[in-house]
């Protein structure tokens, strides 16, 4: 068997030590071209999909869960996308024939992903983080942190739209004082739900109208901004505790860049 390390991979590590060192030097370089780019600032602008798909529809109206078609977002840190089979299980029975639904119709047809009328490839990605920033959606699920806080208000979306510029400085706010952010509403309709639970349950209690809601939930889920009383806070604190919240490293650089 050939030996496929070769001789130089000390010298190599030694090197990638430095860089490691480097990086935030790397990244300025890196960033100062990547961050200017429009297609990272674009918020509220939905972007064209192979199907109009509403969420305001299949959530708000239909009660479908999250996790019916993003299926690994509680359990990687990958969200997922639905599969062609999970609108079919569907619109196998409901609008059968409508001309809307045809590249989902073909995509199960063909056994292929989903294309556009004039060929585009799959769902446009709305979201996207540079190459060099790590994100993990499970994490923040299990610690009862609501899509809304970084999605906007995705069960309004009759198109969806990126909610949030992911800056940096925005993703810090959130992690310089999470107990502004973690938060047991006090309408839940039951309490013995884990914050995990509670994220789902938000868009249960959200379809019954604004009107019903307390007014923190009511700005998140409108994806409005929400400053915190003094007793909110200090329950949001209790909630870091329970929950063993690694605040000190919720700020290392090596958190989000690794
Ligand atoms: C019936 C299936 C279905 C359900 C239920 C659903 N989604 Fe989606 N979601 C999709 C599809 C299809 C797309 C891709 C098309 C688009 O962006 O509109 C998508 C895209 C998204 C995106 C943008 C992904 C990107 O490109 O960056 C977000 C964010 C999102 N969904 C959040 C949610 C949240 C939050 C819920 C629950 C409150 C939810 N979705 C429920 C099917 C669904
Ligand atoms: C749990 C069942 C269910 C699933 C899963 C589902 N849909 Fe639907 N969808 C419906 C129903 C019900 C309607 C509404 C029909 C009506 O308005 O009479 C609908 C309507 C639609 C429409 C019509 C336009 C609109 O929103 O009014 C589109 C497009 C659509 N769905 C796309 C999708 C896509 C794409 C997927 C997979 C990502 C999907 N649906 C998954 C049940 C579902
Ligand atoms: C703390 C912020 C945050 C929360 C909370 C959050 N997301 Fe995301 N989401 C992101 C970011 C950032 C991206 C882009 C990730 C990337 O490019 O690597 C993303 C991307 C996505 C995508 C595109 C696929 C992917 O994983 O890249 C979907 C779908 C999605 N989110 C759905 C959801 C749903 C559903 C929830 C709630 C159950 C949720 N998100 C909660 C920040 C968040
Ligand atoms: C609303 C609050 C909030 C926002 C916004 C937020 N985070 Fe977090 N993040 C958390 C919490 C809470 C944790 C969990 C820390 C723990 O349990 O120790 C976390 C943990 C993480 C982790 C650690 C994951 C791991 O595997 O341990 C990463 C990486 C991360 N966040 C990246 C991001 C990025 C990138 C953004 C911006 C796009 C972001 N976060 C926005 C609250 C937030
Ligand atoms: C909570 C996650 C998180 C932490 C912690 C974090 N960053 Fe970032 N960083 C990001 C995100 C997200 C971007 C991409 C911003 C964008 O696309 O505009 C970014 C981008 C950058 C950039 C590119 C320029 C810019 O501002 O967009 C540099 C340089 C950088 N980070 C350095 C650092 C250093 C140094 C630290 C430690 C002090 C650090 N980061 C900690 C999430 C984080």
């Given at each position: 068997m050939p030996n496929i390390f070769h001789s130089s991979m000390n010298t190599i590590s030694r090197v990638s030590i430095l860089a490691g060192a480097a990086l935030p030097v790397i990244l300025i370089l890196v960033g100062s071209g990547i961050t200017r780019s429009a297609a990272n600032t674009k918020v509220d602008v939905p972007l064209d999909q192979p199907v109009p798909f509403s969420h305001e529809h299949h959530i708000n109206e239909l009660g479908i869960d999250c996790r019916y078609c993003h299926t690994t977002v509680e359990k990687s840190a990958f969200a997922g996308m639905p599969a062609t089979q999970t609108c079919m299980s569907c619109h196998s029975q409901i609008w059968t024939n409508s001309p809307i639904l045809e590249p989902v119709r073909s995509s199960y047809q063909t056994n292929t992903p989903i294309r556009s009328p004039?060929?585009?490839?799959?769902w446009n990605r709305v979201n996207k983080l540079p190459e060099f920033v790590y994100f993990n959606h499970s994490v923040h699920v299990n610690r009862g942190v609501n899509c809304n806080n970084c999605h906007g208000a995705v069960q309004k979306m009759q198109l969806t739209y990126k909610g949030k510029a992911f800056f940096m400085s925005w993703c810090l706010k959130c992690h310089t004082n999470p107990e502004n952010f973690l938060y047991t509403s006090p309408d839940v309709t039951s309490k013995s739900l884990s914050p995990r639970e509670q994220v789902f349950d938000f868009y249960y209690r959200a379809s019954k109208g604004d009107s019903t809601l307390n007014p923190r939930d009511y700005k998140l889920a409108n994806g409005l901004d929400y400053k915190p009383s003094s007793e909110e806070v200090s329950s949001g604190a209790k909630q870091v505790e329970t929950l063993h919240v690694k605040t000190k490293q919720l700020q290392d650089c090596w958190t989000c860049h690794r």
């Open positions: 004039e060929g585009e490839l799959g």
